[in-house]
């Protein structure tokens, strides 16, 4: 791997890279995270939330798509770099209907965690646009609650490469685009319960909801209620 | 013939079967290709006015994809429509130019005599009557497409006449004029819309010989028609500059058998219509330059991306094209040399200006949403259907063409150092002579005013809404790519213009146009917009200005393309130029309670429903 290898760094931390890596795919294998929601193990990536947004060189670029080079010179934890995806994250908040206290996903939401890591504890200064977004509660076991959507694709790109079915899809442009799915409902269509696309940790909010099992895990014992999003690969820095 | 949606009841189910053999039938005609979605679709919409969701279910098994894959494009294009249109659809020119040329009276003609209101469709099938952004006619506004036919320079009264005679059952075409049928092509664009062709300058719209330059090229090895394109210093005229000599270098370099040569004909910048006369009194210069460029960097295949409002040109451009088949300049074995093989095609577009951006050019193309593509990789590496590509403006072909026939010393001794060439200029807006310029880079702004005779401009927008809005003081500054570089948009305005109306506008120009992959610019235009309707309610403070700046910077520094990366420059070039404008209405908090607050208007609702006024905040209550 060495011969082909080479090392950029990331807030004057050395990391290693093969050719083809994004910034993102060599940061994690080096234990540096990035912020990120768009972006999810195992699909192809999007670059639409822009919340990796790192300065690559003096050039601001997503991280999940850019791919490194040798000597560059990335800086992700600054002030500058956090304030602008609190902003992000606010947007995202602003867009949609967000009420964590009533949320099924409270704990496990990774837009939620994500508040919580860029410190959002101030009140937030933009307008809520509050949209008008049906629940579809349609299928037997599963439940959709767009009011929630952070338009991540995820969960479009879940289904159309990991099974195979192309059950969501985005409509509409600009700030009507939306996720909507492949029928008149969630139950004309063909998705199951044991998709990948349904599964919980591909949406990273609670717009996909399976019917019967929520709040199994009681609130406090959820997967950020015990730490920063992202401390799982920071914990792989030796 | 237009077929109204199906009722649902028995007696449509013949009719049903007969829809649907229609649309596989432009399904087939496509040859059920799904690259051809926008294509397919347009012609659905051409037809039965809407794309239904049965003809979604059709069009999605015939071209394999899923059903919601075509609804993402179907809902994409503003000129495709999930609902009923009118047989005839007559969409407004709304920008800020047409609503300083009397947009309100056209509309309300319309109105009144179509009897329905703006953005519905009338009760019998027969109207719809709707805004849609700059069509391209700024110097001849107010304008209207009435379904692929324009009309340009309304009156209240013109409308009236207009209207009335759609309702007597004129076609759209007549109204150009009684004879349409029997005009040619170019007849039949040039009795519609005015070429307004006010400077000709020594390299585009002055005398130019036919195919000159490509008989040059032919001669040549791809490798010196690059060397002389890169000599001449010609950049890229459809906004961003880039060196176009290098452009095709790095095609030309790339090791794929299939490479492709993209003419942007979008136009899609408000303000901007200079393409819009070179495809019409230049189209064969402008495939000349296509050509040369095909050979430069070795493509068989060539596009001309047209945006949807321009579809009045397409039978012209077609025409060129068949008769350039017939020359022997097009198509196989190109002035004879065997070999030398290169045809186009017309994509029409259907309503998006992000279709512009060259990423989501080629997407469209490829029969999907609208939207860039990641970079990297670039269009030259991997563009349309990942093959190198070369996506160039029509402006910037007809250079190339005219480069090849004088040499690139003839070229790059015109205009300025670093800005070589003559530009086209549309000029729109308070002057009394809008149209096209096309004059040496270098001029000042001043000098381009006394010739247009807009002697009274308070501001000028270079660049359309993505460019700089500069005052005064600033009119000595130069049109060249190092100062103030421009795709060609110059908008006048008069002192009597309200600076925080043209912004909003262009603000709700950019939110319809987003294309919304992106958080900043999906979410953060809407926010931009909002904050300057607060400015003009009053209700601004000084927090309001920093509040623009940084939400500006945010969207700037994080947007995925061009698009976002610009959409902020109205407020943060007339925050920057005219800072009076935003001072003068922002309150100052008094009372140390947040200006925006307004008491009054909070308990308004409250003083109907309680049918009486406050005890506390009517003072005078009681006395
Ligand atoms: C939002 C947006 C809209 C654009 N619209 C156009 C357009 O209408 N016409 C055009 O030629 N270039 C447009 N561009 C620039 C293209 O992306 C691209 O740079 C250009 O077509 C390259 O051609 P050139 O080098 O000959 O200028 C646009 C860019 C952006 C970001
Ligand atoms: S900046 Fe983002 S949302 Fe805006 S047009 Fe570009 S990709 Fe689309
Ligand atoms: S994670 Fe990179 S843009 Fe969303």
């Not at chain 1, 080479?6 to 540096?32: H, N, R, S, W, Y």
């Not at chain 1, 699909?43 to 999940?64: D, E, I, M, W």
């Not at chain 2, 029509?394 to 800005?419: M, N, P, Q, Y």
């Not at chain 2, 500069?470 to 500054?477: G, K, L, M, Y």
Request: aromatic residues 6%; negative net charge; proline residues 4%.
């Amino acid at each position: 791997m060495s011969d082909t290898g080479f090392t950029f760094t990331i807030d004057g931390l050395p990391v290693q890279a093969k050719p083809g890596q994004t910034i993102m795919e060599a940061a994690d294998d080096a234990g540096v995270y990035i912020p990120r929601l768009c972006d999810h193990e195992g699909l192809r990536h999007q670059g639409g939330c822009r919340v990796c947004t790192v300065k690559a060189s003096g050039r601001s670029v997503a991280a999940c798509t850019q791919p490194a080079t040798p000597d560059l010179v990335v800086e992700n934890e600054s002030e500058h770099i956090n304030s602008m995806r609190r902003d992000l994250v606010e947007m995202l908040f602003h867009e949609g209907n967000h009420l964590c206290p009533i949320c099924e996903a409270s704990g496990n939401c990774e837009l939620q965690a994500m508040a919580y890591r860029l410190d959002m504890t101030q009140p937030t200064k933009f307008p809520y646009l509050e949209p008008c977004r049906a629940l579809d509660a349609s299928h037997p076991d599963i439940a959709l609650d767009t009011n929630r959507c952070i338009s991540c694709g995820r969960c479009i790109r879940a289904s159309q490469d990991v099974d195979g079915k192309g059950i969501f899809g985005y409509v509409g442009r600009g700030i009507h685009r939306r996720v909507a799915v492949n029928g008149v409902d969630l139950a004309h269509t063909d998705a199951a319960v044991t998709d990948d696309a349904i599964s919980a940790d591909v949406c990273p909010v609670g717009c996909i909801i399976r019917k019967r099992v929520g709040f199994s895990k009681p609130i406090g014992s959820r997967e950020f209620d015990d730490g920063l999003i992202g401390q799982k690969i920071e914990s792989k820095r030796k | 013939m237009v077929e109204a949606h199906s009722t649902g009841n028995g007696v449509a189910a013949p009719k049903d079967a007969r829809n649907s053999r229609a649309i596989t039938g432009i399904c087939d005609r496509f040859g059920n290709d799904p690259h051809r979605m926008l294509d397919i679709l347009r012609a659905v919409q051409d037809r039965f006015r809407w794309i239904s969701p049965t003809a979604m279910e059709t069009i999605a098994e015939a071209t394999g994809l899923t059903r919601i894959a075509v609804e993402g494009v179907a809902s994409f294009y503003s000129f495709l429509s999930l609902e009923p249109k009118g047989a005839i659809t007559i969409r407004l020119c709304d920008d800020i130019v047409d609503r300083f040329a009397g947009l309100d009276d056209v509309v309300k003609s319309f109105e009144d005599e179509l009897g329905i209101k703006l953005g519905t469709t009338s009760v019998d099938g027969r109207f719809s009557l709707e805004y849609t952004p700059c069509i391209g006619m700024c110097d001849q506004a107010p304008a209207a497409m009435i379904n692929d036919i324009v009309v340009t320079r309304l009156t209240k009264e013109k409308a009236r006449s207009i209207a009335r005679a759609l309702q007597s059952e004129a076609r759209p075409q007549d109204l150009i004029s009684p004879q349409f049928d029997a005009l040619s092509p170019y007849e039949r664009v040039t009795m519609a819309v005015d070429s307004n062709i006010k400077h000709a300058g020594e390299v585009l719209l002055g005398p130019v010989p036919r195919d000159a330059g490509l008989e040059k090229a032919s001669v040549l090895q791809p490798e010196q028609i690059v060397a002389e394109v890169e000599a001449s210093g010609l950049r890229g005229c459809g906004g961003a500059g880039f060196t176009t000599g290098a452009k095709w270098r790095l095609a030309a370099a790339e090791a794929d058998t299939d490479r492709f040569v993209f003419c942007n004909a979008d136009e899609g910048e408000p303000g901007t219509f200079k393409d819009r006369v070179l495809l019409t009194e230049r189209a064969d210069l402008l495939i000349e330059g296509m050509t040369i460029a095909a050979r430069a960097v070795g493509a068989s295949e060539g596009l001309i991306y047209l945006r949807g409002e321009y579809v009045y040109l397409q039978e012209h451009l077609e025409s060129v094209l068949t008769e350039r088949r017939t020359r022997g300049v097009l198509g196989t074995d190109i002035m004879g040399k065997a070999g030398f093989d290169f045809d186009i095609r017309v994509q029409m577009g259907a309503g998006a200006y992000i279709c512009g951006e060259e990423g989501a050019l080629i997407s469209s193309c490829e029969g999907l949403p609208g939207e860039p593509k990641t970079r990297p990789p670039y269009p030259v590496n991997r563009g349309y259907l990942g093959h190198p590509t070369v996506v160039n403006n029509v402006e910037t072909f007809c250079h190339a063409a005219r480069i090849l026939d004088r040499g690139d010393e003839w070229f790059h001794a015109i205009g300025t150092k670093g800005s070589h060439g003559t530009k086209l200029f549309s000029v729109s807006g308070d002057c009394l002579n809008p149209g096209v310029y096309e004059l040496p880079y270098g001029l000042s702004v001043a000098e381009l005013l006394r010739m247009v005779s807009g002697e009274d401009a308070a501001a000028v927008l270079v660049g359309g809404p993505s460019g700089t809005m500069i005052s005064r003081d600033s009119f000595q500054r130069k049109l060249t790519f190092d100062d103030l570089a421009t795709g060609g948009a110059i908008i006048v305005f008069s002192g009597k213009r309200n600076i925080l109306e043209i912004v909003e506008y262009y603000m709700s120009f950019f939110v319809h146009e987003s294309c919304g992959y992106c958080t900043p610019c999906r979410v953060g235009n809407v926010f931009l917009q909002k904050a300057i309707q607060k400015f003009r309610k009053g209700n601004a403070d000084s927090s309001d200005i920093d509040y623009l700046r940084d939400l500006s910077a945010t969207i700037i520094e994080t947007s995925r393309c061009g698009l976002g990366v610009t959409s902020p420059n109205p407020i943060l070039s007339t925050l920057e130029n005219f800072p009076l404008v935003y001072s003068a209405v922002s309150k100052k908090s008094e009372d140390g309670m947040k200006a925006t607050f307004d008491i009054q208007s909070a308990i308004e609702e409250a003083r109907g429903i309680a049918k009486r006024r406050s005890y506390i905040f009517d003072r005078d209550y009681g006395k």
